[in-house]
């Protein structure tokens, strides 16, 4: 009986331990590893082979499957926030036989890991807080990007170009308000060199950007090959590694042509060639004028010795038989043909190299007005030549602003006028042609600017008198005076000798007199005149000086005077012989 009290009691002792006692402890079941990364692969061991389990994440069910063979499962960490994980292990499904903590690393991931600066690179960030705030990501331990803000899962994602910076190993590092930078592992980006070309194809000539990045920091001696030649050198790039300069295509035939670049540090087999294409191009020397101005133009990339090169402008032929250089260089010197206003194009072809195939260069003609002769005087006939405006449009011509000449251009852009220069004015005068289309030009005419000589005083001189008495009708004469510009005459009459102010005036009188009319007539005084000449061209001549013409031989007080005595006179006459009748004695024999 005691036996069997003994056995009962084992029996329930075993049973109590397989309940109470942890079956990790049972069963000895382990996981490896207990922190990492997300993603990562984790393995539990000691596991009874062939039963079922499921692995629960946080109490979440997260895998079901069979022990394999070995007593050992496996599953991959989910992506979740950074930290600690409760991880527990049914085996068989109901029977909690392992129950363990897996610690959530924070880290970043990059793409690519290597390029030049300007790449863009993608980060994303994993194992971060709950919904953490105020992530940042750095690039050498610089704030590239901010205010990146985690999900619930701590993860998050950003992108920024890679920043100008020298070849070699850069480090991107990330932390957040509760990551901090050292519990996440740098991620190394590699910088490697490019250089780059602008254009990639021209004349001979050509201006070529080079700019290259990804160099190293300071890196000097840096130069600038073209097919195997310098053409740049003693470049120094920045502390970023960045450089750039410029340089002109040389004398080089048609086709392709290495350019290369290579420093003290950065060898031309680190950089890929770049090729330039030489095309056959022409240039033109001033771009702009007028017609039969004088024009250099030239061709460059034409083959080599090239033979039987002609020129066109506008498609017609303006210079033939041009050879080329050993570098395919040519030039000629010529005159801008009749066209009209605005671009042109000038192109060439030779016994190799087609028209199609040349880079035209462009002329613009610009509208001119030349005039015959440049100065003279007024009714001068003149010969206005306009070259260079719009073929078939209307134009006029205006001189100092008034029309004088109309038309339509000609096929060739040009015309020409005559007419007779108008008076009025001296000195330099604008001539302008304008054509329907605004095409304008203008020149200018030197109108003769001497003054015609100063006319004489003839008659009343200085000092006359004339007129009995007052509103005498004074006739004014003096010398004519000749002029190529005509001449015209001014005079002035004032009781002041100074002249300040005028009892009358007349201009453009054409004859070297002037009679006052009845009008004008002055009343006896003193009076003060002066004439002057004037051309057609408004030049004018010094006043005469003054004369001072007296009118009226008798003043009024005079004719009183007179006319009293006269009165007197007359009543003498009648008195007296009354007064001497009354006088005379009686005779005796009265």
């Given at each position: 009986?005691?036996?069997?009290?003994?056995?009962?009691?084992?029996?329930?002792?075993?049973?109590?331990?397989?309940?109470?006692?942890?079956?990790?402890?049972?069963?000895?079941?382990?996981?490896?590893?207990?922190?990492?990364?997300?993603?990562?692969?984790?393995?539990?061991?000691?596991?009874?082979?062939?039963?079922?389990?499921?692995?629960?994440?946080?109490?979440?069910?997260?895998?079901?499957?069979?022990?394999?063979?070995?007593?050992?499962?496996?599953?991959?960490?989910?992506?979740?926030?950074?930290?600690?994980?409760?991880?527990?292990?049914?085996?068989?499904?109901?029977?909690?036989?392992?129950?363990?903590?897996?610690?959530?690393?924070?880290?970043?991931?990059?793409?690519?890991?290597?390029?030049?600066?300007?790449?863009?690179?993608?980060?994303?960030?994993?194992?971060?807080?709950?919904?953490?705030?105020?992530?940042?990501?750095?690039?050498?331990?610089?704030?590239?990007?901010?205010?990146?803000?985690?999900?619930?899962?701590?993860?998050?994602?950003?992108?920024?170009?890679?920043?100008?910076?020298?070849?070699?190993?850069?480090?991107?590092?990330?932390?957040?308000?509760?990551?901090?930078?050292?519990?996440?592992?740098?991620?190394?980006?590699?910088?490697?060199?490019?250089?780059?070309?602008?254009?990639?194809?021209?004349?001979?000539?050509?201006?070529?950007?080079?700019?290259?990045?990804?160099?190293?920091?300071?890196?000097?001696?840096?130069?600038?090959?073209?097919?195997?030649?310098?053409?740049?050198?003693?470049?120094?790039?920045?502390?970023?590694?960045?450089?750039?300069?410029?340089?002109?295509?040389?004398?080089?035939?048609?086709?392709?042509?290495?350019?290369?670049?290579?420093?003290?540090?950065?060898?031309?087999?680190?950089?890929?060639?770049?090729?330039?294409?030489?095309?056959?191009?022409?240039?033109?020397?001033?771009?702009?004028?007028?017609?039969?101005?004088?024009?250099?133009?030239?061709?460059?990339?034409?083959?080599?010795?090239?033979?039987?090169?002609?020129?066109?402008?506008?498609?017609?032929?303006?210079?033939?038989?041009?050879?080329?250089?050993?570098?395919?260089?040519?030039?000629?010197?010529?005159?801008?043909?009749?066209?009209?206003?605005?671009?042109?194009?000038?192109?060439?072809?030779?016994?190799?190299?087609?028209?199609?195939?040349?880079?035209?260069a462009i002329f613009t003609t610009q509208a001119v007005l030349t005039i015959v002769p440049r100065n003279g005087n007024v009714n001068d006939e003149l010969r206005v030549t306009g070259s260079g405006f719009n073929a078939g449009k209307d134009f006029s011509v205006s001189f100092d602003n008034n029309p004088v000449a109309s038309g339509s251009v000609n096929e060739s852009g040009s015309f020409q006028v005559i007419f007779k220069a108008p008076g009025g004015k001296s000195g330099s005068l604008n001539i302008t042609a304008t054509d329907t289309k605004g095409t304008t030009a203008s020149t200018t005419f030197a109108m003769e600017t001497t003054p015609p000589e100063v006319p004489q005083i003839a008659s009343p001189r200085d000092g006359a008198t004339v007129g009995f008495m007052g509103d005498t009708k004074i006739a004014f004469k003096w010398s004519d005076v000749s002029d190529p510009s005509g001449v015209s005459y001014d005079i002035e009459v004032s009781d002041q000798s100074n002249f300040i102010k005028s009892l009358l005036s007349h201009d453009k009188l054409t004859d070297a007199k002037y009679t006052l009319?009845?009008?004008?007539?002055?009343?006896?005084?003193?009076?003060?005149?002066?004439?002057?000449?004037?051309?057609?061209?408004?030049?004018?001549?010094?006043?005469?000086?003054?004369?001072?013409?007296?009118?009226?031989?008798?003043?009024?007080?005079?004719?009183?005077?007179?006319?009293?005595?006269?009165?007197?006179?007359?009543?003498?006459?009648?008195?007296?012989?009354?007064?001497?009748?009354?006088?005379?004695?009686?005779?005796?024999?009265?």
């Open positions: 009986m005691r036996k069997k009290v003994l056995a009962i009691v084992a029996l329930l002792t075993v049973a109590l331990s397989l309940i109470l006692i942890p079956a990790g402890a049972v069963h000895a079941a382990s996981m490896s590893p207990a922190m990492g990364v997300s993603g990562l692969e984790v393995t539990i061991t000691g596991l009874t082979a062939g039963n079922s389990y499921k692995i629960t994440w946080d109490g979440d069910a997260y895998k079901l499957g069979v022990v394999d063979t070995g007593g050992s499962v496996f599953f991959v960490v989910p992506e979740s926030y950074g930290g600690q994980h409760v991880v527990s292990v049914e085996s068989p499904t109901g029977t909690v036989i392992f129950s363990g903590n897996y610690i959530i690393v924070p880290y970043i991931a990059i793409d690519p890991n290597s390029g030049a600066s300007g790449t863009t690179i993608n980060v994303a960030g994993h194992g971060f807080g709950v919904s953490e705030k105020n992530i940042a990501a750095t690039y050498d331990g610089t704030v590239i990007i901010s205010g990146i803000a985690a999900d619930a899962t701590g993860y998050w994602s950003t992108s920024f170009p890679a920043p100008p910076s020298g070849k070699g190993t850069h480090t991107i590092d990330a932390s957040g308000d509760i990551t901090k930078g050292s519990d996440v592992a740098d991620k190394n980006f590699s910088v490697t060199a490019v250089v780059t070309m602008d254009p990639v194809a021209g004349g001979v000539g050509t201006l070529v950007t080079i700019t290259a990045t990804g160099f190293a920091s300071a890196e000097g001696g840096i130069k600038v090959l073209y097919s195997g030649k310098e053409v740049r050198s003693g470049i120094t790039a920045e502390v970023s590694g960045s450089w750039s300069t410029s340089f002109s295509v040389p004398p080089s035939t048609r086709g392709s042509h290495i350019v290369d670049a290579l420093g003290n540090t950065t060898a031309a087999t680190d950089i890929p060639d770049m090729i330039f294409t030489v095309a056959p191009a022409v240039s033109v020397n001033p771009v702009s004028g007028a017609v039969e101005d004088d024009i250099k133009i030239s061709g460059s990339g034409f083959a080599n010795n090239e033979t039987t090169i002609e020129v066109t402008f506008d498609g017609k032929s303006l210079e033939r038989n041009i050879l080329a250089d050993d570098n395919g260089n040519w030039s000629v010197n010529t005159t801008v043909p009749a066209s009209g206003s605005g671009p042109h194009n000038i192109t060439a072809s030779g016994r190799v190299t087609p028209a199609a195939d040349v880079t035209p009319t009845e009008a004008e007539a002055l009343p006896n005084g003193e009076y003060y005149w002066r004439v002057r000449a004037v051309d057609g061209a408004g030049n004018a001549s010094e006043w005469t000086p003054a004369a001072m013409v007296k009118v009226g031989f008798v003043t009024t007080g005079t004719l009183v005077f007179i006319g009293v005595g006269i009165v007197v006179l007359l009543i003498l006459i009648a008195v007296l012989p009354r007064i001497f009748k009354q006088r005379k004695p009686k005779s005796d024999w009265d």
